[in-house]
């Protein structure tokens, strides 16, 4: 009987192998230049993209419309030559090939399976402190502060002009043995770092607007009241925290043109168009900034954007969708540089990480500065400015995060790009499935 991921291993290399063939059994080596028009298309498309952010007026619309046109043509033509069929069952073939190489060398377990414990016991005291404002009233309509009481919490509503972090520490100093946030990422960053100081166990319910953290610790983002069910039946993970500065995020520290978006009054209503409408005169005007940065032993300069995150995020990023991390406790921190200098190397950004004007780095320790004895930083969605340079740096394991036992949308690690070589090894029995 074949092991499952040696299975899946074969299940790879026989679909890629049969992705290279469909095309050549339908056009013979005229495939290769149907494969060249497929790229063109795809290039076309890039630019249009491109110039649709980066740009405003004809040139945005031009874009717009090459976006459409450059895929839909090289169809059409692919369509009038009869390659339709084999070029659609050939990039069908090609994604279960990759999905098949990256499971199969996918340990399998979620960030939860590496590190949870199961709970003990609930806690005697919860807290927990509420933005009845965040989310568009979320607080109200999932009726948390009734649910919350009856679980057993202290529940503190945040009004305006309250000190969080004061409040959190007056909680722990009365008694609390849990502390919790129904409300935005910024709200629980900042009552995070005072569960991690006084190492008492935090639960986070996803009561804001986009809740990314929320997500990437699995929990269901629709239902609210359920992250209260880590009170009484969860399990505890170990997770990091991102520093940048004396300033906690549990999300990502943004720089550059990010952190300009994020001063806009509309950006909290309207984070996606309030991007796109900003972005193409921050990464092309006169007054973009620049910025350097070294991650560890490298150093990056001449960058309109820098995005640290607490842990990396599994796929490229832009700022209005900033992806999702597989893990929470790896103990590093995930690093994006945007570095454009002309039209070319943006049109190669939009096409993916590979290009000269994203580059993806992993670090302990980011030091972020420019030309200024002050920085504008978007923490977890927040403004503040901090004293240049900035130094980020991870805190490893050092939140106790609870959550429910059952997260339907708990994270799967992932084996990242797909490792070809090994997936062979492994499907011809060469390669220890545990390598």
């Not at 291993?9 to 290279?20: H, K, N, P």
């Not at 849990?178 to 166990?201: C, I, K, W, Y």
């Not at 700022?319 to 190397?345: F, I, K, M, Y």
């Not at 939140?399 to 799967?412: D, E, F």
Request: hydrophobic share 50%; glycine share 10%; charged share 20%.
């Amino acid at each position: 009987m074949l092991d499952g991921s040696t299975g899946r291993a074969r299940i790879a290399v026989l679909a890629l192998l049969a992705s290279v063939l469909v095309p050549l059994v339908a056009a013979g080596l005229r495939s290769v230049l149907w494969a060249l028009a497929g790229i063109a298309g795809l290039a076309l498309a890039a630019v249009g993209v491109w110039w649709t952010l980066a740009h405003t007026g004809a040139l945005r619309a031009l874009g717009a419309a090459l976006s459409v046109i450059g895929p839909v043509a090289v169809l059409a033509l692919y369509a009038t030559f009869g390659m339709l069929g084999p070029a659609l069952l050939s990039l069908a073939l090609w994604v279960l090939a990759v999905t098949a190489a990256r499971t199969a060398l996918s340990p399998g377990h979620t960030t939860s399976e590496q590190s949870e414990q199961a709970v003990a016991e609930a806690p005697h005291h919860p807290w927990i402190l509420m933005n009845p404002r965040s989310g568009g009233g979320k607080v109200d309509r999932f009726h948390l502060v009734e649910k919350a009481r009856a679980a057993g919490c202290r529940v503190i509503l945040l009004e305006g002009g309250q000190d969080v972090v004061e409040l959190a520490r007056q909680a722990v100093t009365e008694g609390a043995d849990l502390l919790a946030v129904a409300g935005g990422d910024g709200t629980q960053a900042l009552v995070a770092e005072v569960a991690a100081r006084h190492d008492v166990p935090f639960v986070v319910v996803p009561a804001g607007t986009r809740n990314h953290f929320a997500l990437d610790l699995g929990l269901d983002r629709d239902d609210p009241a359920a992250a209260l069910e880590a009170l009484t039946h969860g399990v505890e993970l170990r997770i990091d925290l991102g520093y940048a500065a004396d300033r906690v995020f549990v999300n990502n520290a943004s720089f550059g043109t990010y952190a300009s978006v994020v001063t806009d009054p509309a950006y909290r209503d309207a984070k996606a168009r309030t991007t796109l409408r900003t972005l193409p005169g921050l990464l092309t005007g006169e007054d973009a900034p620049r910025l350097r940065a070294r991650a560890d032993g490298t150093y990056v300069d001449g960058l309109q954007a820098l995005l640290v995150s607490n842990n990396p995020y599994g796929r490229a990023v832009d700022a209005a969708h900033p992806g999702r991390r597989e893990r929470l406790d790896s103990g590093l921190l995930g690093v994006v540089c945007v570095r454009v200098g002309n039209t070319a190397q943006a049109a190669r950004l939009v096409r993916g990480r590979r290009s000269g004007g994203l580059i993806r780095l992993s670090a302990g320790e980011v030091v972020v500065e420019a030309d200024t004895d002050i920085l504008p930083v978007g923490i977890d969605g927040e403004h503040v400015v901090l004293p240049s340079p900035v130094v980020c740096r991870s805190a490893p394991g050092a939140l106790r995060v609870r959550v429910p036992r059952r997260r339907p949308h708990a994270p799967r690690v992932s084996g990242g790009a797909a490792d070809w070589p090994r997936v062979a090894r492994l499907a011809l029995g060469r390669l220890p499935v545990s390598e």
